[in-house]
């Protein structure tokens, strides 16, 4: 299958392909140096013979251990260079080898430690085995401080090449059969390479020189001379060392946390579109990776509120998130309005679907806009008919007042809407409100796995009965008694008859809303 080159020249290709057999083989060349160094420094009083041995044993040895990384590693690597490859050609690598190829590259760097303290070990008890016991603790000690060095190195071009070809969503801490080593374990390698092994050799260095005194080998003179010359070139060596694995350290450690800093600074501008990076399987790894998680749930609890409110009232959704809403009702002081249109029923009849549900939308959207302008709240469209509260879920001063001004602005929308629909060769429509105000039951109702917020009370019931009075009437604004002792400082009102309604044993009245006073 054809995919997008994610090697994009053969260079890059070679380059990535061999990064960490050539590190390796040059950190195992440093440490050959380091070893001919230090070791022709203690062998002031060694025959020609004994050199002689030494010289061949290290070509010699120094050829099979080229020969043999060589063939390990690119046995070890060979599911990764047939990604490698189908990267490079644009290829999708098949599945199982593509896991496989994975699990190699985290588990890499522990081959590669393995790999080398053999060849340090080996060399080591070689020196040994030709007559050189102060040779073999040169070579453990060479051995251990480019181990480490390969260790890191190899890390280094992983994370800078493998890891994101391989891993470019982060999921490192998913694949089975990966040793992890923590940073802890990390810091103390360093330490143990930049600190304990030179101070170490060091004396060691100094109790060698002082056993050759002993043996009146060279002059006093010479001999101090001497052990500052060689004290001198190891603390050189070493110092050497110890900046380039403080270096590949302090670049392991810093890109990831780097890149989380990044990403958390997305997150606090409320941006939870961004991923970070993740280039180990460490503790840093995994706060990456964690960090994804985050964003990735924050970016679907987002998604989730979106949608949400597009069949909850924002408002209501944002208080049902915040846990304002209590589950066992709370009693508010509210004012209700419901609107419904006139005649639906029969226009179902003769009316195309198509046509009679754009009608019923553009009235919706119309009513919706009007009551969103005046801080109310849509609880719900039942058929054709609108009820919207004032006051509540959130606290409204002058929630009675609103609602009269919800009223009114509705009446101009659905002249305009008018308007609009006669121009389209559309019959006119008309609605009636009723509005009441009172204390009310807020609540979630409904059941184990489904809830709404509702609000239930005889000043809902009130509200509901007061606008079906409007047909009645034939008005289409009516308010209670309550509202209109509330406003009538502020508003025209005509009195309607006194009328019984279903769930009251007295008669009402109910209040036409003509204009501002």
């Not at 251990?144 to 390969?150: E, R, S, V």
């Not at 849509?378 to 009223?407: M, R, S, Y």
């Amino acid at each position: 299958m054809e995919t997008d080159k994610l090697i994009k020249s053969r260079f890059q290709y070679f380059h990535i392909s061999n990064a960490v057999l050539i590190g390796n083989m040059i950190a195992i060349f440093i440490g050959d140096r380091l070893t001919r160094i230090l070791f022709q420094h203690r062998a002031v009083d060694a025959s020609e013979t004994f050199l002689n041995r030494v010289y061949y044993l290290d070509i010699f040895y120094g050829a099979f251990c080229v020969v043999t990384i060589f063939i390990i590693t690119v046995w070890y690597e060979k599911p990764i260079r047939h990604c490698l490859k189908s990267f490079y050609k644009g290829q999708t690598p098949d599945p199982v080898l593509l896991e496989n190829a994975r699990r190699r590259v985290l588990n890499e760097p522990h081959m590669i430690v393995i790999l080398d303290m053999f060849i340090w070990g080996l060399g080591a008890l070689l020196l040994r085995a030709v007559g050189s016991p102060a040779g073999g603790g040169v070579g453990i000690a060479s051995g251990l401080i480019t181990t480490t060095l390969a260790f890191f190195w190899v890390e280094y071009r992983s994370q800078y090449n493998l890891v994101p070809l391989f891993f470019p969503e982060g999921d490192l801490s998913t694949v089975k059969g990966v040793r992890n080593i923590s940073l802890k374990l990390r810091f103390a390698a360093l330490i143990l390479a930049v600190s304990v092994v030179p101070l170490t050799f060091i004396h060691l260095t100094m109790y060698r020189f002082k056993q050759i005194q002993m043996t009146d080998a060279i002059t006093p003179l010479m001999l101090v001379n001497r052990m500052e010359e060689t004290i001198a070139k190891e603390s050189i060596l070493f110092i050497i060392i110890a900046i380039a694995l403080s270096w590949l350290v302090a670049h392991h450690t810093r890109r990831p946390i780097v890149e989380i800093i990044r990403v958390m600074g997305y997150v606090k501008r409320g941006d939870f579109s961004k991923k970070a990076k993740v280039f180990s399987n460490d503790e840093i790894g995994f706060a990456g990776e964690t960090l994804n998680a985050m964003t990735q749930g924050l970016r679907e609890r987002e998604l989730i509120k979106d949608i949400f409110g597009k069949y909850v009232d924002e408002k209501i959704r944002d208080e049902i998130l915040r846990g304002r809403v209590p589950m066992n009702g709370e009693l508010k002081e509210a004012t209700i309005l419901f609107a419904d249109l006139r005649n639906f029923t029969p226009l179902v009849a003769v009316t195309p679907p198509k046509e009679l549900i754009y009608v019923l939308n553009a009235y919706f959207h119309e009513m919706a806009q009007a009551i969103k302008e005046n801080n109310g709240l849509i609880l719900q469209f039942i058929g054709d008919e609108v009820e919207a509260v004032f006051g509540a879920p959130i606290h409204q001063p002058g929630h009675e007042l609103a609602a009269i001004k919800t009223a009114l602005a509705m009446r101009l929308r659905l002249e305009q809407l008018n308007k609009r629909l006669k121009n389209e060769g559309i019959d006119p429509i008309a609605h009636g409100v009723g509005i009441h105000t009172g204390s009310v039951l807020a609540a979630n109702i409904g059941s184990t796995d489904r809830y709404a917020y509702s609000l239930i009370g005889d000043t809902v019931n009130l509200a509901s009965r007061i606008q079906g009075l409007t047909k009645e009437f034939q008005t289409d604004i009516l308010v209670s008694e309550t509202i209109q002792s509330l406003l009538k400082d502020h508003y025209n009102f005509q009195a309607m008859p006194e009328i019984k309604v279903k769930g009251k044993s007295n008669p009402i009245r109910v209040f036409s809303l003509n204009h501002e006073a």
